[in-house]
DNA sequence: CGTATTTGACCCGCGC
DNA sequence: GCGCGGGTCAAATACG
């Protein structure tokens, strides 16, 4: 989970503003990921392509604009390296904010963007979050719409894009805006379940020792 | 019957 | 000003 982690310390050394926001949220997009990864490796235990062993890879930022940045990861499969870096071009940003709406007198606050590349069959990954869709558009250049969805918790303005690379059918690209003001709903049997108890674990050992 | 999804309309910013 | 593209709304529809 090295990659993972560079993440981490990438989107929380960006220049968005609060910089403890910015680091919380690129925690949230680390558990996200934690639980797409232990879901999609449990859906998927069964087949028999073996190209399931995903890396998460860092491949950019891009930023557009006063405070609108998008870190932009890949997640790769390490057996064929086949990803394709094609984030950039079909990752419009320019526009993808552009309806966050300015009251009188307040200025224009751009929240900070994470977009993932996930090398997958199904297009919702689950990441423990429940989302309500609200809305799917074609997009320009691509034969896959993009589809919107809204984190269904009252008063968590998290949203989140999904759509699929025309470039490569077998990339999502996942764009998440905002951060989560809850904690995550599935408890059981996830990921962050399981990397609970095993720092659990450890801090016995240490406590042992 | 309550909740989630679909989908066309609408809004907004931007480039020409 | 106009058209285009992206993002959101909300009524209709589907689903459990």
Redesign the pocket.
């Known amino acids: 989970m090295d990659n993972l982690a560079a993440i981490f310390h990438y989107a929380s050394t960006s220049t968005s503003p609060p910089a403890a926001a910015s680091s919380q949220l690129s925690l949230n997009m680390a558990n996200h990921y934690s639980h797409a990864d232990h879901n999609y490796n449990n859906r998927y235990s069964s087949s028999p392509q073996s190209d399931d062993d995903h890396d998460l890879r860092l491949i950019g930022e891009n930023r557009t604009?006063g405070s609108d940045n998008v870190v932009v990861a890949d997640r790769i499969s390490p057996t064929t390296n086949s990803f394709s870096t094609c984030g950039g071009d079909d990752l419009?940003?320019?526009?993808?904010?552009?309806?966050?709406?300015?009251r009188k007198g307040e200025k224009k606050i751009r929240k900070p963007k994470f977009a993932f590349q996930t090398r997958s069959h199904v297009d919702?990954l689950d990441d423990g979050y429940?989302?309500?869709?609200?809305?799917?558009?074609?997009?320009?250049?691509?034969k896959f719409p993009?589809?919107?969805?809204?984190c269904?918790q009252q008063g968590c303005n998290v949203?989140k894009?999904v759509q699929r690379l025309s470039k490569d059918e077998g990339v999502v690209l996942t764009?998440y805006?905002g951060m989560h003001t809850h904690p995550i709903e599935k408890s059981t049997d996830n990921f962050e379940h399981i990397l609970t108890q095993m720092q659990i674990y450890s801090s016995s050992l240490e406590y042992k020792i």
């Not at 429940?130 to 691509?142: C, E, M, P, S, T």
């Not at 993009?146 to 809204?150: A, T």
């Open positions: 604009g419009n940003t320019s526009t993808a904010s552009a309806k966050l709406n300015i919702i429940r989302w309500r869709k609200y809305g799917q558009k074609a997009v320009k250049n691509n993009r589809s919107y969805y809204r269904t949203k894009q764009t805006e």
